[in-house]
């Protein structure tokens, strides 16, 4: 008896950096379940102009990293270059996906930027520039109303889709490691999923949620932010502990399940911290 979730549905991932990233779990679960993946990465390509050298390489490493940590977590999985500070970018990945006549199932939204952190110290709100949280807005959470559009506009997201994107409870709460600047970006994601559930939910039944996680070291973003004692922390005042990678890659998995009415959710995947005072 075929206990899949999935029938080869395709769903975009995007946010993979390395093979620890958390979109990489969510991605190998869609694939233990039958379903298929897309995923994207920062990369060089002929929507950036003007970029220096410097900036240059790093794009061509961001890219090479991302696709040899597809390769070797998930064997020949399609890749594209996503870059979804560029509207060319997002509304060409689209048209390319429309010219193959591939329709997605729903996309993982797991990207996120904050220059205001630097060496795991966490720059204070009121020093935060216009540009830094701008950009920090922009790429952590407008990006899922952007590429949400281009997608519908080039009709490849299928109806009765499924849209999931990562947060955290900083989004809420000032947590024992304050995030400050992205912490209101997470917010913005928040309310932005709440209103796309209702927007894309009329529009064509497609469900929008989002799923709050616990802290993770394992990946280069939850590095950058995190020190050991704060995993201590959360593992400790948590009543489960802390939640694992497969612990929200599944909850993902059940968000994506084809035929639920389940949408304009916050469902949070961290142990029971978000019930602690």
Not at 203 to 230: C, I, W
């Amino acid at each position: 008896m075929n206990t899949q979730i999935f029938n080869g549905e395709i769903f975009l991932i995007t946010g993979i950096a390395d093979a620890n990233s958390l979109a990489m779990y969510v991605a190998k679960e869609i694939i233990a379940n039958g379903g298929k993946v897309i995923c994207t990465g920062l990369g060089l390509s002929s929507f950036h102009k003007g970029l220096s050298e410097k900036a240059q390489v790093f794009l061509q490493r961001s890219y090479s990293d991302f696709q040899l940590a597809v390769q070797q977590e998930l064997g020949h999985t399609p890749t594209a270059i996503l870059d979804v500070s560029l509207d060319e970018s997002m509304e060409a990945f689209a048209l390319g996906l429309s010219e193959q006549g591939i329709k997605l199932n729903g996309f993982l939204h797991a990207i996120a930027m904050d220059k205001t952190i630097r060496q795991k110290e966490v720059k204070p709100l009121l020093e935060v520039t216009k540009d830094e949280f701008a950009d920090t807005m922009e790429i952590s959470a407008f990006s899922l109303v952007r590429l949400s559009h281009f997608l519908v506009k080039h009709n490849v997201l299928a109806e009765g889709a499924s849209i999931c994107s990562i947060s955290y409870i900083a989004a809420a709460k000032v947590t024992f490691h304050p995030y400050r600047n992205i912490s209101i970006a997470k917010a913005a994601l928040e309310r932005i999923t709440v209103e796309l559930a209702d927007e894309l939910g009329r529009k064509q039944g497609v469900r929008v949620n989002a799923v709050r996680f616990s802290p993770y070291m394992g990946s280069k973003a939850g590095n950058a932010t995190l020190h050991e004692n704060d995993l201590q922390i959360s593992d400790e005042v948590s009543p489960l502990g802390n939640a694992a990678p497969l612990d929200l890659a599944r909850e993902v998995v059940h968000l994506f399940r084809p035929g639920t009415r389940i949408t304009g959710e916050i469902r949070h995947v961290d142990g029971g911290y978000n019930i602690m005072g």
